[in-house]
């Protein structure tokens, strides 16, 4: 059904989030590697998701000052 495939894909660009926040933790990338317009897309569902969140709780202190 579409509504699978939908949810497949939003499952999926989120697990590629998850990679880059990673590897950016890592140290392997930094934020300013990637193009400007990813730069920009990480960001802005960064800031929603603390936005719905209130908080990024899930998301390791140290990560929170990768951007």
Do not use: C, W, Y
């Given at each position: 059904?579409?509504?699978?495939?939908?949810?497949?894909v939003?499952t999926?660009?989120?697990v590629?989030e998850?990679?880059?926040?990673?590897?950016?933790?890592k140290?392997?990338?930094?934020l300013?590697?990637?193009?400007?317009?990813?730069q920009?897309?990480?960001?802005?569902?960064?800031?929603?998701?603390?936005?719905?969140?209130?908080?990024?709780?899930?998301?390791?202190?140290?990560?929170?000052?990768?951007?």
């Amino acid at each position: 059904s579409i509504g699978g495939v939908e949810a497949d894909v939003e499952t999926m660009v989120r697990v590629i989030e998850d990679v880059i926040n990673l590897l950016i933790a890592k140290h392997v990338i930094v934020l300013t590697d990637l193009p400007e317009a990813v730069q920009n897309k990480l960001l802005q569902q960064r800031s929603r998701r603390e936005n719905l969140l209130g908080s990024t709780a899930i998301i390791a202190e140290g990560e929170q000052k990768l951007f």
